[in-house]
């Protein structure tokens, strides 16, 4: 049995590593389109802040852990797949064979069409390539402009801040996180951010990229032209599938896959942010661009792929967020079903918590600055439990979720 893994990030690498346990006798491929060393994307921001080096980074330090594994580790893009001939073929034209293929390519960062959004002073932070050009280029005292403040731009910002740089951020929705937060949690983000030193354009857009004097000239919608030494993109990403165009594979945003994780072709299998699974929340398909879920996903895909019979089950969407010491985090549905809410703010104590509720289970939250409550939010909505007489509680008192949580568990509701 040979198993063909594209993309060799922690869900293809756990995938490759899953299949050599359950099936010792395999032989197993697995494609890095990239030509580093397998690698975590989220380590990114340490490297960046100097925390860690590149190897700090690496999914397996040991050079020859792929060798040991028993697994081929080959460099190459994927630019087509014959399901029919169960063939890959790569970019540089070589074919390569499979009995059964899980694909595991993650994300690829979005470029807007912008002008001029190119060159060497113009990054995504995406990539460990990325990486090495933000380094060289944002140096302490140097200018610095951040396009994009969802989630993605929110941890690089973090990361910019601490290598001293003066950093303005761009955000064309009218707050930060704008995906996750709401008017309010994003509006108090903005102003912690400004009063840590980062200028930050909400309802602004980046309109063109050019050069003055060997430095970046930005030209944005409110008028104003910034130079900067560095353009760091942070627009979104989506999932990185093109290669399987014309495949005939069901797909929407991304790979559309059962609870075996198994896609529309047989023998064609999807883990990670390039699959669509199961939301907990609304039940429907979603890309859930979480490393620990696309970890879960490939291990389940791989006891599928090994002979076993293994289901995911939907996964709870949810954000933890630290900018520059300020916790947010969203859970569930955070703009909510239509059911009742409630929402306290404390502007000078820097907290926020918004509940949202779908008759007596609470169903979506959203918080700022309520650090204590992160696992208590997650778990009240993942377990689904009635709420009873502490409804009622909440929507007066909030800030009671810890202890809603409590006797809910013991069946005190």
Not at 214 to 237: H, M, P, Q, Y
Request: charged content about 25%; some cysteine; glycine content about 12%.
């Amino acid at each position: 049995m040979h198993y063909l893994i594209i993309g060799a990030g922690p869900a293809g690498v756990r995938a490759a590593e899953a299949l050599r346990r359950l099936d010792p006798s395999c032989e197993g491929t697995l494609i890095d389109g990239e030509g580093e060393a397998p690698y975590s994307r989220m380590a990114i921001p340490y490297l960046l802040e100097g925390r860690i080096g590149e190897e700090g980074t690496y999914l397996h330090r040991r050079g020859d852990h792929y060798d040991a594994l028993g697994v081929a580790l080959r460099r190459g893009r994927v630019a087509a797949l014959d399901a029919a001939a169960k063939t890959v073929t790569l970019e540089d034209g070589q074919s390569l064979a499979y009995d059964r293929l899980l694909v595991a390519t993650g994300a690829r960062a979005i470029a807007p069409p912008v002008p001029g959004l190119a060159g060497d002073r113009v990054r995504h932070c995406w990539t460990l390539e990325d990486a090495r050009a933000i380094m060289e280029h944002a140096q302490e005292g140097a200018e610095v402009v951040l396009m994009g403040a969802g989630f993605i731009g929110c941890i690089i910002l973090e990361s910019l801040v601490k290598r001293g740089v003066k950093l303005t951020v761009i955000e064309v929705q009218d707050r930060m996180v704008p995906r996750m937060l709401d008017e309010t949690a994003g509006g108090m983000l903005k102003r912690w951010c400004e009063e840590k030193g980062v200028t930050v354009m909400t309802s602004t857009a980046v309109e063109e990229v050019g050069e003055a004097g060997g430095r970046l000239a930005i030209k944005t919608s409110n008028g104003e032209e910034l130079t900067a030494d560095l353009l760091v993109v942070a627009a979104g990403v989506s999932p990185n599938i093109g290669f399987m165009d014309g495949s005939g594979v069901e797909k929407r945003a991304g790979l559309v896959v059962n609870a075996r994780m198994e896609t529309s072709l047989p023998d064609v299998w999807a883990a990670g942010d390039c699959a669509e699974g199961c939301d907990f929340s609304s039940g429907d398909l979603s890309t859930l661009a979480i490393q620990p879920v696309a970890v879960e996903q490939a291990v389940i895909a791989a006891k599928n792929m090994a002979g076993m019979t293994a289901e995911y089950h939907c996964a709870l969407p949810m954000n933890v967020l630290d900018t520059l010491g300020l916790i947010t985090t969203s859970f569930g549905a955070p703009e909510g079903v239509g059911g009742d809410a409630v929402r306290r703010t404390d502007e000078t104590g820097w907290r926020y918590i918004r509940l949202e509720f779908a008759d007596d289970r609470l169903v979506g939250a959203q918080a700022a600055g309520h650090v204590q409550m992160v696992g208590v939010l997650r778990g009240l909505i993942q377990s689904g439990r009635p709420l009873g007489r502490w409804k009622d509680v909440l929507l007066k008192q909030p800030e009671r979720i810890a202890e809603a949580w409590v006797d809910t568990a013991c069946g005190l509701a």
